[in-house]
């Protein structure tokens, strides 16, 4: 499949809101509610960019610059991806080490941004989102390399393509091990709780309390940005017909990630958030499934045929 | 498997929330008051037996912004001119359409605002701030998204932080003691935004409208654009006269 | 083309000036002119060698019996001069700002001003001799004249024990090198580089050990760990060039010996590969984590230099590694990577060490839990120090992200020789992620405890911004990082030479494992050009948008003191690795409902090794206390003890005359 500007960015302008719509679909439906509509998320964004926004006294112009930096750092990290299963704009070897640093300089924007408001609040959020990262950060590391090695590749687009090759215990590990990523980036539960207002129990939306207007569009953009780019990882993986490409890939690849989709939404309705301190265990497991994928990959290059 | 049995408790739910929220009626809710225009003999039975002074004879009249839906009045009325009735729409965009006469029969409805519901027809998140109330407004407006009412499928939410909000929702007849507060939350709110005063205490000061630590001055400087009289307001109420300020059809 | 030593004397004759001049802007001048003068000649000199031509060898004559002193400078040594002297004299300008405070109290600064000189000197000497007595002459002179401008504030005890133990603790270093040194001229009866290599090149059952002496030495000097305890103290007691010109220029040379003597060794063993990336990697571990808990800025930046060093020895061991597997791609990667490493780690350490010197000159004070706001009142030190926290955390656009990139590269590429190889590599490239990570919550929390926010101590004086003479460093060091960034063949292009010694290495080969490099430049150009227009749009739309107070929930008590503190936000991740960090914590906090008095709280994080030394020493002294306590005690004893000495002593008298 030949690299397409125009479907890209179409993804890329239509699938982040609509996911993001429908996992608070489906956390509706779980609860009994009939939820709001599917594109909620994007007249959400509408309304906040006529709204004229309020900064803080305390601030700098970081605050304001901070959330365009992490909208764009989640589009830099959608080039390399295989959205929606369509090849990536921009890929090259080892492109998974700058999808990493560029989801970081995402990170230390909102980060500096919480810090510039000298809220407490926002500082709390702060350091247990930069903690949780810590920990998070080589798992994706040893996910991609153990995919390289199978694939004998190091493009993540190619490494993350489905081969019926066999080794479904490395894609299984590789698949869950993203989910969690997942789940800690995009703030879901149990790590993160995406409608909670109780400030102690908040991660990513207590560092985004004195946002307004334009910038907090850019946030909810940025975030639901990085929700699609992960279950496009993860949607690719699991997607069989990838290989045949045209309509039936698409259309499976589409039906992977609303599948995923629906998955965080019932994980997020049926599941509580886990106590702070147990937060980095929980990435531990990660951690060590991601640890068997690399394993797995690797003695498995040997005794491929 | 737990996933299977919740599964099972889902779906023994069925659908808790109400269908359409322009036309449900609840039941045995003491809502809109008619007040017929015969026969009243002026005796000032009700006047006197209000506790807020809500009501004012010849003509008739009754202030629902000072109602607190006690029904004294129709228990004392011998004439039964004044009726309660479970109607709960009872909204008003400006203080002088809560003044009820005598004949009226029709629901209040409320003028849509064209600039409003332009911008928030689909999203309006709303910031709700408790100014020394009993705290009975505020049950009702945390029942407005749960799963009966579920206010969500208009795009309608609450939300932690005034800059994320358009709407502030103020509940209580304003004490002295959250004159800072309200006037920083009011302050920390983005435009375009807009006031929303909940209930007999917010709206005319209820039952507390002597009392000494009451401090109504947030309310002089900044007029509240939609008025949801109650006592405490149905979540009803609050969901129709949000829905017709916006536009939303029914 | 005058030869670059003639910049020696230069250096001598400036010196000697600097501190025979009365005046302290006299001896700055003079300091100034001098080092660019010396700068000019080895640019000049050493351009050919950095760019491709062949070495520059010179002899030089001395009194027997060392009879000739031979220099060479070759791709290497050009190298690491070509920067070195360069930044010596950044930081010679920025002293003259900083230390002008001082100057106008009455201290004389000649003195200072001269041993910058000497420090420039001895790059010279370290980085082209071939003779291992004047090679330990030019460390130390580096390491005295290190030691006297750690001591610029020398009326303080705590800073003349800082001192103290950093003059020890790089003379340890030194006497392991010269135990090398004596190693090895017992095995080839010469001082001389050259005889080194050759013997080095056989195989020998001395190759090991004096590949671990040597490596002893140089990870003294650079501050690996465990090695690394000195360097904390003598960065938070030394004046912010100091520091900067420490971490970033001088401890290099420890990185410069070891790659000397790799190259002179020829092609090592693969357990001398993985011994090296090992430590790498727990440099880079143990260096991150001490970086996230400390209070003091300097500090703070001392232990992220351990951690850079560690990252570059981690691309050395691949290198090792790849030389001895027989795999030209890793040893090019490695080294590549590695050698880029050190150039852009001084170039950030730098920029971060001068702002914060910056940051001291304005508040008095580099203690994290103190300042805050400080990017209202000095919004261009903020803005340069924001740029050398995001090139320390090798977050794109800037130049680290390029030199780490190089090394994952390497790391993740699958060539051993093994599996299990390629798994340890592959975890090496996953601890690599975990310690980028961990710089970067540590770069966020210093950059953002200390700017941003409010004063959380309204005793804290407030400050002008920086004069020129400390602003151009900085910038310049910005404008380094940025532009290796965006622009990587000016960093590679003096690496490449370099990579050019290694037998293994072919142009071909080089330009094929770096070419993926194009396509993570391309991507951070792009992303640099959307930012740039992105941030000037938005701050300029923001200048008329309303302003407020921070949302505080209605709270109408607030105060700056309830802001996030750095221990605050290091908190739940030191105590993830609570087993490696021990932590001190001071509280007298009260036990009744309505407590009278105001309580306190204090965390420290101590250095473990330091604290395990000193323990130790502890424990040794009191053990030769009780012995030499028991001797007098009892003369039998002590009659019997002498007897044997006596016996001893006449049995090697009577072997060596037989």
């Known amino acids: ?81 295989p959205l929606c299963g369509l090849r990536p704009i921009a890929s090259f070897p080892f492109d998974f080490v700058w999808f990493a640093y560029v989801w970081a300089l995402g990170r230390v924007a909102i980060v500096l941004a919480a810090l510039d408001t000298g809220s407490a609040f926002e500082g709390m959020g702060a350091a247990r989102e930069s903690t949780f990262s810590t920990v998070l950060e080589p798992v994706l590391f040893l996910v991609a390399a153990a995919l390289c090695s199978r694939a004998g590749t190091h493009t993540l687009h190619v490494a993350l393509r489905f081969e019926a090759d066999g080794a479904v215990l490395l894609r299984v590990c590789a698949v869950l091990a993203l989910l969690i990523v997942l789940q800690v980036e995009a703030s879901r539960m149990p790590v993160d709780d995406p409608s909670t207002h109780l400030e102690l129990t908040m991660v990513h939306e207590v560092m985004v309390l004195d946002h307004s207007g334009a910038d907090l569009a850019a946030i909810q953009l940025g975030a639901a940005i990085k929700l699609f780019v992960g279950t496009s990882m993860i949607a690719a993986l699991l997607n069989p017909w990838a290989a045949a490409g045209g309509a039936l890939g698409l259309a499976a690849n589409l039906a992977l990630s609303a599948l995923v989709a629906v998955l965080l939404g019932t994980i997020e309705s049926l599941v509580a958030r886990l106590k702070l301190r147990s937060v980095p265990n929980y990435i531990g497991i990660a951690l060590g499934l991601g640890a068997m994928a690399l394993l797995l990959g690797a003695w498995g290059a040997v005794s491929a045929p | 498997m737990s996933l299977l049995r919740s599964l099972r408790v889902r779906l023994s739910q069925g659908t808790p929330y109400i269908g359409d929220v322009r036309t449900a009626v609840p039941e045995g809710f003491r809502g809109l008051p008619i007040l017929a225009e015969t026969p009243c003999g002026a005796c000032r039975a009700c006047v006197e037996i209000c506790p807020t002074q809500a009501l004012a004879a010849a003509p008739l009249g009754l202030d629902l912004g000072r109602c607190v839906f006690c029904a004294a009045c129709e228990d004392a009325c011998p004439h039964g001119t004044i009726q309660f009735t479970p109607e709960p729409k009872l909204g008003a965009g400006r203080r002088e359409d809560l003044l009820l006469t005598a004949g009226n029969s029709e629901p209040l409805r409320v003028k849509a605002s064209a600039t409003f519901a332009r911008l928030f027809g689909r999203s309006l998140k709303l910031r709700q701030v408790s100014a020394g109330g009993c705290n009975a407004c505020e049950l009702e407006l945390n ?49 375009p935004r807009f006031l929303v005063a909940v209930g007999a205490c917010a709206i005319s000061g209820g039952l507390y409208r002597e009392a000494t630590e009451t401090d109504r001055t947030f309310f002089e400087s900044v007029g509240p654009s939609l008025f949801v009289p109650g006592c405490p307001p149905h979540p009803l109420t609050f969901l129709n006269a949000l829905l017709d300020f916006l536009g939303v059809d029914a | 083309m005058p030869s670059f030593l003639l910049s020696v004397p230069l250096l001598v004759v400036g010196a000697l000036l600097a501190v025979g001049l009365r005046s302290n802007r006299a001896s700055a001048v003079v300091a100034l002119a001098t080092q660019a003068g010396a700068c000019l000649l080895v640019l000049l000199s050493v351009g050919p060698p950095l760019f491709g031509g062949g070495a520059i060898e010179l002899l030089w004559p001395w009194p027997p019996p060392i009879t000739t002193i031979p220099f060479r400078v070759d791709a290497l040594g050009a ?117 080194f290599g050759s013997f080095l090149q056989r195989p020998s059952p001395a190759r090991g ?92 930046l001392g232990y992220s230099s351990t951690e850079n060093v560690g990252i570059a020895a981690l691309g050395f061991g691949l290198g090792y590694l790849g030389w001895s597997w027989g795999v030209p791609a890793l040893g090019l990667l490695g080294f590549a990577g590695g050698l880029w490493h050190v150039l852009n780690h001084a170039i950030f350490k730098c920029l971060l060490f ?57 790391l993740l590429s699958g060539q051993g020789p093994s599996p299990e ?38 005793r804290v004086p407030v400050g002008a911004e920086p004069p020129g003479s400390m602003l151009v460093p900085m910038l310049c060091h910005a404008g380094l990082a940025l532009a290796c960034g965006l622009a990587p063949q000016l960093g590679l292009n003096m690496v490449r030479s370099s990579l050019g010694l290694f037998p293994f ?81 001071r509280e007298r906090i009260a036990s009744e409902i309505f407590p009278q008095q105001p309580g306190q709280l204090a965390t420290h994080h101590a250095d473990a090794v330091e604290q395990r030394i000193f323990e130790v020493l502890a424990r040794g002294e009191d053990a030769v206390t009780e012995v030499s306590e028991r001797i007098p005690g009892q003369p039998r004893f002590a009659f019997a003890a002498g007897l044997c000495a006596l016996l001893i002593i006449g049995a090697i008298a009577w072997e060596s005359f037989r």
Request: hydrophobic share 55%.
């Open chain 1, 1 to 81: 499949m030949t690299v397409s500007w125009f479907e890209n960015w179409l993804s890329l302008l239509f699938m982040p809101l609509l996911l993001t719509g429908l996992v608070n679909r489906v956390k509706s439906l779980w609860s009994g509610r009939r939820g709001p509509p599917l594109l909620q998320p994007a007249y959400d964004v509408l309304k906040l960019l006529r709204k004229s926004p309020v900064y803080s006294a305390t601030t700098t112009p970081l605050f304001r610059i901070a959330p365009w930096v992490f909208l764009a750092t989640a589009c830099a990290s959608a080039l390399v991806v």
């Open chain 2, 143 to 191: 029942a407005v998204v749960n799963v009966n009412f579920d206010a969500q499928r208009f795009g309608i939410e609450w939300v932690a932080s005034p800059r994320h909000a358009d709407a502030l929702v103020v509940t209580g007849p304003l004490t002295r003691a959250m004159q800072e507060a309200i006037r920083a939350a009011w302050d920390a709110m983005p435009e």
């Open chain 3, 79 to 195: 190298f690491f001069l070509s920067w070195s002297l360069p930044m010596t004299l950044l930081g010679t300008l920025y002293a003259v700002g900083y230390l002008r405070p001082s100057f106008a109290s009455g201290r004389q600064g000649g003195t200072h001003f001269a041993l910058l000189n000497l420090v420039a000197l001895s790059f010279v000497l370290i980085y082209s001799v071939q003779n291992a007595l004047v090679f330990l002459l030019g460390w130390e002179v580096a390491a005295v004249a290190a030691w006297l401008l750690v001591i610029w504030e020398y009326r303080s005890q705590k800073i003349r024990f800082a001192g103290f133990n950093y003059l020890v603790s790089t003379h340890v270093g030194l006497f392991v090198l010269v135990a090398a040194f004596m190693l090895l001229h017992s095995k080839t009866a010469s001082m001389d580089f050259a005889s």
């Open chain 3, 209 to 300: 050990t004096i590949f671990l002496l040597l490596g002893v030495a140089f990870a003294l000097k650079s501050a690996f760990f465990p090695f690394h305890t000195w360097l904390p103290r003598a960065h938070a007691a030394a004046p912010a060039h100091v520091s900067a010109l420490m971490s970033g220029v001088i401890h290099k040379a420890g990185l410069f010996g070891f790659l000397r003597f790799t190259l002179l060794m020829g092609r090592p063993e693969e357990w001398m590969g993985w011994t090296v990336l090992i430590f790498g990697l727990l440099s880079a571990f143990f260096g991150v984590l001490y970086t996230s808990t400390q209070r003091d800025l300097k500090r703070l």
């Open chain 3, 354 to 410: 001068y702002a914060a010197g910056a940051v001291y000159r304005a508040a008095h004070s580099v203690d994290l839990e103190r300042l805050g706001g400080l990017a209202k009142r000095l919004p261009r030190t903020a803005a340069l120090f924001l740029i050398g926290t995001l090139a320390g955390s090798a977050l794109p656009p800037f130049n680290t992200l390029l030199s780490e990139f190089i090394i994952y590269m390497g």
């Open chain 3, 421 to 458: 190889a390629n798994v340890v590599l592959v975890v090496a490239a996953a601890g690599l992620a975990f310690v980028g990570a961990v710089s970067a919550l540590s770069g966020a929390r210093a950059f953002g405890i200390s700017f941003l926010g409010q004063p959380r101590d309204d």
């Open chain 3, 505 to 585: 290495f072919t142009p071909l080969e080089l330009e094929r494992v770096l070419a993926p490099l194009a396509g993570l430049v391309y991507a951070s150009r792009l992303l640099a050009l959307f930012l740039l227009v992105a941030g000037l749009v938005r701050w300029r739309q923001g200048l008329a948008a309303r302003r407020g107070p921070t949302w505080g929930c209605g709270y109408q008590a607030g105060s700056p003191r309830m802001q996030y503190t750095g221990s605050s936000f290091s908190e739940h991740f030191s105590r993830i690795f609570d087993s490696c960090m021990p932590a001190l914590r």
